[in-house]
Each structure stands twice: as C-alpha cells, then as structure tokens.
C-alpha cells in the first residue's frame, strides 16, 4: 500500500520561511514523479509545483515568483518544498502528491494518483 505523507507545516510571520519534507513509502520512489497542491479555505485546491522522477524538471506557477523551491532526496524517499518570503495568502493546507510516471511533472488534481493527508501552513500579517 503506497503512503505518502507530509509535515512541517506551521504557524509564521509573513516575510518568514517554511520547509515542508514528505515521505513515501510502499512504491519505488524513483518511479515517481512528485509534486505539491495546495488549498485554502473556501478556495480550489490549486498547483504549488512538480518535480519529475529524477528532479532535473521543476516548474511552479506564476504566484510563486521564485519564493518557493521543489526538490528531492531519492536515496531518502523525500520529496521538499522550501518555501520563503511567506505572505498570509500562502495559508492553506499543503498536499504532497504523486504520480507513478517518472518524467511526468502533476500539474492537475486529475493527473496525481497518490495524495498525503495534508500539512497546515498559517502565515500571520
């Protein structure tokens, strides 16, 4: 049974940094590409950023503007999400999300196959 899960996730100042860490276990990390959503109350759950099996491709959306950085540790099973210059509209529940196609990078919720429970992260102004 594949299990992803998330943590990190907490409560800081706008301006501050958060590093999100989540780990899988029950497939072969490597033949995964890997990603993150997010949802905030009241909102669609939105694209954060993706990351293919080996990391060489990560693309984020435009309201991240350089503040937030992907990354993996295949010898750890550990996908990360640096995430810096926070601001209170970053306030959401973060997904951890996975797709068993390795050079695929999830973009839509119709494209992940595994989802962890979720982390809360709360930016105060």
């Known amino acids: 049974q594949v299990q992803v899960a998330e943590s990190g996730g907490d409560m800081v100042q706008a301006g501050g940094s958060l590093r999100l860490s989540c780990t899988v276990s029950g497939i072969t990390f490597d033949d995964l590409a890997m990603g993150w959503f997010r949802q905030a109350p009241g909102k669609e759950r939105e694209w954060v950023s993706c990351?293919?099996?080996?990391?060489?491709?990560?693309n984020y959306p435009p309201f991240v503007n350089g503040r937030f950085k992907i990354s993996r540790d295949n010898n750890m099973n550990t996908l990360f999400l640096q995430m810096n210059d926070l601001k209170s509209e970053d306030t959401a529940i973060y997904y951890c999300?996975?797709?068993?196609?390795?050079?695929?990078?999830?973009?839509?919720?119709?494209?992940?196959?595994?989802w962890g429970l979720g982390t809360q992260v709360t930016v105060s102004s």
């Open positions: 990351t293919n099996w080996n990391g060489q491709t990560k």
């Open positions: 999300v996975a797709v068993a196609k390795p050079w695929w990078c999830p973009r839509q919720p119709s494209d992940v196959e595994y």
